[in-house]
């Protein structure tokens, strides 16, 4: 059992100490890599909506000029029944085909999401994958690289060198959604409370530093508490981003009310003064 305290300093331990292990030639640590690996995973499922998103627009265009899309005549039958000439009738059940296939494409929905799952939990939940079991307790020193990244990210858009800048990234959010419900591990990671414990992690050390600040007149350590109020402002900002970017990107995943992270309709703060959020992270 680990205090939610105790718990951001060790994964920070962790986060930097995995780099001891060894990095590749562009100065990545194994779990960069990995959290490079989720976004791809993620990304792959953005421009499958993307795609898909196109593909209904087009047929919605396709479609304004049919009049009634629930009550579509069959022209086949029409044209026979008025003893039409063999090529009417023919050119009739190709637009037949071509309607029925347009508003088969229109009507589909967001299935594909589901299919996708489908297709791929067998092979995820098979025995020769068992040390997936517990991915989802790497999820929170994934998160921790993940906000590091994008605050390093922000920072270079305003230098000269804008090598790796970058200011929204939804892929890992997407990512660890669809690996999460692969695996069925909604409620296992919901149990740690991790964005919770995070946010009260963020909350003591504010208060530490404003203590600080209020009982020290030391010129310099007052911009040092200052700089690290910042710094702790700029933390707090990316996880809860981070937080509602995952959430949402659950709902695409879901299949019924439980698929839902439990504190959905709360705030990291709000989920934080839940009974529930009380308990230690395990």
């Given at each position: ?45 953005g421009?499958?909506?993307?795609i ?95 906000v ?20 929204t ?57 200052t ?36 504190e ?19």
């Amino acid at each position: 059992v680990v205090s939610t305290q105790s718990t951001g300093k060790g994964l920070i331990s962790l986060n930097r100490g995995i780099r001891k292990l060894g990095l590749t030639p562009e100065g990545l640590s194994f779990l960069d890599q990995f959290r490079i690996l989720v976004t791809h995973i993620g990304n792959a499922m953005g421009y499958i909506r993307m795609i898909r998103s196109g593909g209904i627009h087009a047929t919605a265009n396709a479609m304004r000029y049919v009049p009634d899309l629930d009550d579509i005549v069959n022209l086949e039958e029409l044209t026979r029944e008025e003893e039409l000439p063999a090529d009417t009738v023919q050119a009739a059940a190709i637009l037949d085909s071509v309607l029925d296939n347009l508003t088969k494409n229109f009507t589909e929905g967001t299935a594909y999401f589901k299919m996708l799952v489908d297709v791929f939990t067998k092979s995820m939940r098979d025995p020769k994958n068992q040390h997936l079991k517990n991915f989802y307790m790497i999820i929170p020193p994934l998160t921790l690289n993940f906000v590091e990244q994008m605050m390093n990210g922000k920072e270079k858009i305003n230098k000269k060198n804008k090598i790796g800048a970058t200011f929204t990234d939804d892929g890992f959010s997407m990512g660890i959604a669809y690996i999460l419900k692969l695996l069925d591990q909604y409620s296992a990671f919901d149990s740690l409370h991790w964005f919770q414990s995070v946010n009260a992690k963020f909350s003591s050390e504010e208060k530490a530093v404003k203590e600080s600040r209020r009982k020290e007149t030391d010129v310099k350590l007052d911009q040092t508490n200052t700089l690290t109020m910042k710094r702790l402002d700029q933390y707090r900002q990316e996880f809860e981003l981070l937080y509602y970017s995952l959430s949402s990107a659950r709902i695409f995943f879901r299949t019924d009310l439980e698929d839902l992270p439990v504190e959905v309709n709360k705030t990291p703060v709000e989920a934080t003064a839940s009974p529930a959020t009380g308990a230690n992270t395990t």
